[in-house]
């Protein structure tokens, strides 16, 4: 028999999954924050997580031919730069963490086959309601913790999209959806004379940044909360959307859009930020496309569906400009 290693591509991914299920055992055991920067002993760490020893010593051999922790010649395991990025500090695998602890989404991906069948998002299906509101209706703690890396995944890309944008010198800006606000503080840095709205539902907007709601900012920028389903507030010259659309079916998506245009003045803009999907997606964008649609019933998009999007809503489609890993979508208002 051979012992090399799975032979085809189906073994390959299987392996994968049962990989993923390593990870989730991992952050559910609190291995990456437990170990820290000193090694530690399989004895050492079992304790430490309140672990059997010889099973928390054979998932670590598993966890560690994928190069999750490393193994000393001294018998201790110890991190790597891939487990680092599982550690709850971490700035981007935070949401990752989160992702992997969820019961409630890991239901989700088990039930895509039947998802598929009913032509409804898993998530909807299994639990019966939207991703958002059963964060804040089940688990509260889990919605503040799910905001928070959000927050800190995004951030890593304020540079490139604030560098994208073309901001206005003057006016006013309102981030729709915009979290716990640190595009809009980036923003509103860039550009000293530019006032501010930072919108989203109400317990988000309880918990914006601290920078934004104190001086210097504050004399600058405004946070309001609502349900951009219904209406965003009015009369800005620009209108951002980052990682919004892709939470929402078309329909929604329109709902969302007729909003901005309903609030903004003819030749305001609305700038759309998202990564785009191309015809034969690479394998990180395909996967970002199908977690959308288990988590929320929704998808990424290529530039000819956000263009139709922003038609539909009676906006003007100027075009796309790519930034980074991201890309900005663009119409105005008529
Ligand atoms: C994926 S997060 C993106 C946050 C932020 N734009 C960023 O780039 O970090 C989606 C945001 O949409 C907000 N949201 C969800 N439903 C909303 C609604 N009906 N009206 C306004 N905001 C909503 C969520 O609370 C969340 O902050």
New binding site residues.
């Given amino acids: 028999m051979d012992h090399e290693g799975p032979d085809d591509s189906v073994s390959q991914m299987l392996v994968l999954l049962r990989a993923a299920h390593l990870l989730r055992a991992a952050v559910l055991l609190d291995l990456a924050d437990t170990l820290e920067d000193d090694p530690l002993s399989v004895p050492d760490l079992a304790a430490r997580t309140g672990t059997d020893p010889g099973v928390l010593s054979r998932l670590l051999a598993a966890l560690t031919s994928f190069g999750v922790f490393t193994l000393a010649e001294d018998g201790r395991y110890a991190h790597t730069a891939l487990s680092r990025t599982m550690c709850s500090t971490h700035p981007v695998g935070r949401i990752l963490t989160q992702d992997l602890k969820a019961d409630a989404n890991w239901q989700a991906w088990s039930n895509l086959a039947a998802a598929a069948r009913e032509g409804r998002g898993p998530f909807q299906v299994v639990h019966g309601t939207d991703f958002?509101s059963y964060l804040s209706e089940h688990e509260p703690e889990r919605a503040a913790d799910f905001?928070q890396a959000?927050?800190n995944a995004?951030e890593e890309d304020n540079g490139d999209v604030v560098a994208a944008l073309g901001l206005p010198s003057t006016g006013l800006v309102v981030?729709?959806?915009?979290?716990r606000g640190?595009?809009l503080r980036d923003v509103l840095r860039a550009a000293p004379e530019l006032n501010g709205v930072l919108?989203?539902?109400e317990g988000?907007i309880a918990d914006a940044l601290p920078e934004l709601v104190s001086d210097p900012l504050a004399s600058r920028c405004e946070t309001v909360a609502?349900?951009?389903?219904e209406s965003v507030p009015e009369g800005a010259d620009l209108y951002l959307l980052?990682?919004?659309l892709h939470?929402w079916g078309d329909d929604d998506c329109v709902r969302i859009l007729k909003s901005c245009a309903g609030a903004a003045r003819p030749g305001s803009r609305v700038v759309v930020v998202e990564v785009l999907l191309e015809k034969t997606p690479d394998a990180y964008t395909a996967m970002a496309d199908m977690g959308m649609f288990v988590l929320f019933g929704s998808q990424e998009r290529t530039e000819a569906e956000y263009a139709s999007l922003f038609e539909r809503a009676g906006l003007e489609y100027r075009g796309s400009t790519a930034t980074g890993s991201l890309h900005l979508f663009e119409a105005v208002a008529r």
């Avoid at 609502?226 to 389903?229: E, K, R, T």
């Fill in positions: 958002y905001h959000m927050s995004t981030d729709v959806g915009g979290g640190t595009l919108f989203d539902v988000v609502g349900n951009a389903l980052r990682f919004i939470n």
